[in-house]
């Protein structure tokens, strides 16, 4: 029973590593790619749970049972020799004429498998059991099995020839998937001569190790920076370069939950609106208009540097203090007020603001802090105008 050892080991490995590139392919770049060789993976699943019952029929000499997991097991191993020619193909982005012969080779060499079964069954070719239950390999079982290991090294060195092309990871990429399928052709010529060991499943394991860690990795990490920085892009405000309205909203909810969840420490909340930028827009236009939004801001920023400033419409911003700003939040806004009242005097750009803090005994959601805040600002807002038209 030490043959079907080796399977379940190399079973439980296969499922522990291809784990997350068997599941379901999200719409990726490489979604084709993932496709073949997700086709490919469940097609050594397959062998795996054939190879399996093959030890444990063969080592119980269940002659019927174990002829007929045979037939399985040569259909699985020739199964997956053509899906990863198929992955190799959409790998290597051959779309070309050698792309569609080695894709045909591929079928070619399951159709020709099913044919030598079917004779099988007639005349023994492939393989037969004695009246022992004994398992012998036949000449059309090392001639199919020798096809299979050609068309491995040809899809192998072809790899590797397309890598001496490549630079950078894409070379590696290839090396990888190269040696892979050398590897492979290794453990079926190991096979070839030892069928009583079970050289493919080892073979199989540390193929698809090596992709794992060479390819499968690589290029999920490539793909975590890519969906990172579009996030980051997605969150920041393309006028002002500060956080937007969507982080804002993220933000908020986060710390609506740590409100409720009682995890929430200290924290204010400035809110900021922009008086008088229609009147801007009006008269002088829009660009200048952007211009005015993105002064202020500055403003806003170079005041309350050491806290996260979110741009939340037009014309408003909101502050969220912690830490150093929120320790020094009196003297910061105090200063801040004191240039904006300098501000109407001279003329130059004026902000509203409004600020309100945490306080855990009564505060139960973000959202009641930020209406305290909001008020003090139209309450503010109404100061500066009166300043204004005195």
């Excluded at 050398?182 to 060991?197: A, C, V």
């Excluded at 806290?307 to 200063?335: H, K, Q």
């Amino acid at each position: 029973m030490y043959y079907a050892s080796f399977g379940v080991f190399s079973l439980i490995i296969h499922f522990i590593i291809n784990y997350e590139i068997m599941k379901k392919p999200g719409e990726t770049e490489d979604k084709a790619v993932r496709v073949r060789y997700r086709r490919f993976l469940f097609s050594l699943t397959l062998y795996y749970v054939v190879d399996i019952l093959w030890g444990s029929l063969y080592g119980l000499r269940i002659r019927t049972l174990a002829y007929a997991d045979t037939v399985l097991y040569f259909l699985s191993v020739a199964f997956s020799v053509t899906l990863w020619t198929q992955y190799v193909v959409t790998f290597l982005k051959q779309n070309g004429l050698f792309g569609v012969m080695i894709t045909y080779a591929g079928w070619a060499i399951f159709v020709l498998e099913v044919l030598v079964l079917a004779v099988n069954f007639v005349a023994p070719i492939v393989f037969a059991f004695d009246e022992t239950g004994e398992y012998h390999t036949l000449p059309a079982r090392n001639a199919t099995l020798a096809i299979q290991i050609v068309l491995f090294l040809v899809t192998s060195i072809y790899a590797l020839a397309s890598a001496s092309r490549c630079e950078g990871k894409s070379r590696i990429h290839f090396q990888s998937v190269g040696f892979s399928g050398l590897i492979m052709t290794l453990f079926i010529i190991l096979q070839t001569y030892y069928p009583l060991l079970p050289f493919h499943s080892v073979g199989s394991v540390v193929a698809t190790c090596f992709i794992h860690s060479m390819v499968i990795q690589d290029v999920k990490a490539d793909l975590d920076r890519k969906l990172g920085t579009v996030k980051i892009k997605a969150y920041i405000d393309p006028l002002t370069g500060v956080r937007n309205k969507l982080a804002y909203l993220e933000t908020k909810n986060t710390f609506t939950n740590q409100i409720k969840e009682g995890e929430r420490e200290a924290f204010g909340v400035v809110v900021f609106d922009i008086n008088d930028l229609k009147v801007i827009n009006d008269t002088k236009g829009h660009d200048e208009g952007d211009k005015y939004i993105q002064t202020a801001c500055d403003m806003i920023c170079d005041k309350f540097k050491h806290s996260p400033v979110f741009r939340i419409g037009g014309d408003e911003f909101v502050a969220l203090l912690e830490g150093e700003d929120y320790d020094n939040r009196a003297s910061l806004l105090l200063a801040f007020e004191k240039q904006m009242e300098a501000n109407v005097r001279t003329g130059r750009i004026v902000i509203s603001d409004g600020m309100s803090v945490f306080d855990a005994e009564k505060d139960e959601d973000y959202d009641v802090i930020f209406t305290r805040a909001d008020k003090r600002m139209y309450e503010r807002k109404s100061v500066l105008k009166n300043m204004k038209q005195n």
